[in-house]
């Protein structure tokens, strides 16, 4: 295993190349790029040990503070912040890819305002783009759509129409676009409903309720032959919207904890990560690696699913408490991610199938209360899924069946969702480490390197061989110059 160090810092700054057309490796259109956290092709860094300082790299100061992740099209970043006492002022930014060089920012005044403080989302929705706009969600419940060149198309107040956000952490879903339609969930200690707007107008398409279930995750789409799904995951619940109307194509309640790691799917499956009452985090003695969760054998769509109740995992490898030195999960700190509220039932991770065949049987394919997802969303490779909880134990399950392969902690924390590539997890750490694992049913740790930052990492984008880490203040470009290519900015 090798260790290596990277410390980035300082305004570095130099003219490295870009892409010139808007493939599959040159484009990260939202939270989580597409939603699954895959880059596929291109070759992202994982260590810089040979290349100390990395020339070419750029670290930007952003105004105020935001917990966004950055999105990246046609060489451009955008990325929003709040700033002022009571978060009243509302940042989107966008950046030169090849140079961070700002291209232009603009400022929205907040609806409804909050006192901003460590306990409460602080910029924390992420915006999306397409080819014609950026939409750009606060927790201030405004919401914004402008061309790439800046100009302002439309906006709308959801809490001026609606009603205003609560919850004791504030807001934090980003929006999806499905179709013709940007999404809107709101799950909050309130009346909460889902929101379909026109992309092009900001116009209501629909507008439906949903159970009061105060959650941070984000909507997520399957779509297989035009016959899309809009999924939601809030604490208790997995439910499947039509995008043409909102109507409800199904509805599950045999899962827990699920309030704050989004939806991810692959092909005809969903993963749902939620946070059990243990905290997943396993033991620190390394050992044989027991069976994990035990497949659903329910008949029909209203049978609870079998829970795993068998041995605790063992092979997790030991590693030292993170920056903060603190492994319990919800200690004050900068930054604060809120808590999922308690559950009198059963929690764990789970798996459903999304395709027609699945109508007349139970979506759950397996449930485990072994496996915990914390502030990172799952990712799936190949046939593995990788959770990671609130104390930064990283879980490896087979897909199929939730049979666990290994756990493995990492040097602390992590709040950002790692990021696939090349058939390895890269996974950035919450005060600045980077650990890249090779996928796969044993554990294989190929690089572990830092990044030198005293803030939190939110997030990041994958883009071009590069990394774009979105710090609470800051945005940090990581790449290798030797996998770059000639282009400027394209609107």
């Not at 402008?146 to 980003?174: M, Q, T």
């Not at 945005?475 to 394209?490: A, E, G, M, Q, V």
Request: contains cysteine; neutral net charge; aromatic residues 8%.
């Amino acid at each position: 295993m090798n260790r290596l160090y990277l410390q980035v810092c300082g305004w570095i700054t130099a003219g490295l190349s870009l892409w010139g057309t808007s493939q599959a490796t040159e484009v990260w259109p939202g939270f989580r790029g597409r939603g699954d956290s895959h880059l596929d092709g291109g070759q992202l860094p994982w260590s810089w040990e040979a290349r100390g300082q990395v020339q070419g790299n750029w670290s930007i100061r952003l105004k105020g503070y935001g917990q966004s992740s950055p999105v990246v099209w046609k060489n451009v970043v955008y990325v929003t912040s709040i700033s002022g006492e009571m978060k009243e002022h509302l940042h989107l930014f966008a950046f030169h890819l090849a140079d961070g060089a700002l291209l232009w920012e603009k400022e929205f005044s907040a609806t409804q305002k909050v006192k901003d403080s460590d306990t409460v989302s602080r910029g924390a929705p992420t915006p999306v783009v397409d080819d014609g706009h950026v939409y750009a969600m606060f927790e201030s419940g405004d919401l914004f759509a402008l061309d790439h060149s800046g100009n302002l198309k439309w906006e709308r107040s959801i809490v001026k129409d609606y009603g205003e956000f609560k919850g004791p952490h504030g807001y934090a879903s980003s929006p999806l676009l499905v179709n013709d339609l940007c999404v809107i969930q709101v799950a909050h200690a309130g009346p909460s409903y889902i929101l379909a707007l026109d992309r092009k107008t900001g116009q209501n398409r629909w507008k439906v309720d949903h159970p009061s279930q105060t959650g941070w995750s984000s909507p997520a789409v399957y779509d297989k032959a035009g016959q899309s799904q809009i999924l939601i995951s809030t604490a208790g619940s997995v439910r499947s919207l039509n995008p043409e109307n909102g109507a409800t194509l199904w509805i599950s309640e045999e899962i827990q904890g699920n309030s704050t790691a989004s939806p991810t799917v692959v092909g005809d499956l969903v993963v749902i990560g939620a946070a059990t009452e243990r905290g997943g985090g396993g033991g620190r003695r390394s050992g044989t690696t027991p069976p994990g969760a035990t497949p659903s054998t329910s008949t029909t769509s209203t049978a609870p699913a079998q829970t795993s109740q068998g041995e605790q995992p063992k092979d997790v490898t030991s590693k030292p408490p993170g920056p903060s030195g603190n492994e319990s999960a919800g200690s004050p700190s900068s930054g604060e991610r809120p808590q999922s509220p308690p559950s009198s039932k059963p929690t764990g991770s789970g798996v459903f199938r999304l395709d027609d065949r699945s109508a007349e049987q139970t979506r759950l394919v397996w449930k485990s209360d072994k496996v915990s997802s914390g502030y990172a969303s799952p990712v799936v490779v190949g046939d593995f899924v990788y959770f990671v909880n609130r104390v930064g134990v990283v879980t490896c399950a087979r897909l199929s069946d939730g049979a666990i392969q290994w756990q493995h902690r990492l040097p602390g924390e992590v709040w950002a969702s790692p990021v696939a590539n090349n058939g390895h997890v890269t996974f950035f750490g919450k005060f600045g480490f980077v650990v890249t694992l090779k996928s796969g049913p044993q554990i294989e740790e190929v690089a572990e390197s830092n990044i030198s930052t005293t803030e939190v990492v939110y997030g990041v984008a994958a883009v071009d061989n590069s990394w774009i880490v979105r710090t609470g203040r800051g945005l940090i470009r990581i790449s290798d110059p030797s996998n770059t290519k000639p282009s400027s900015p394209t609107n």
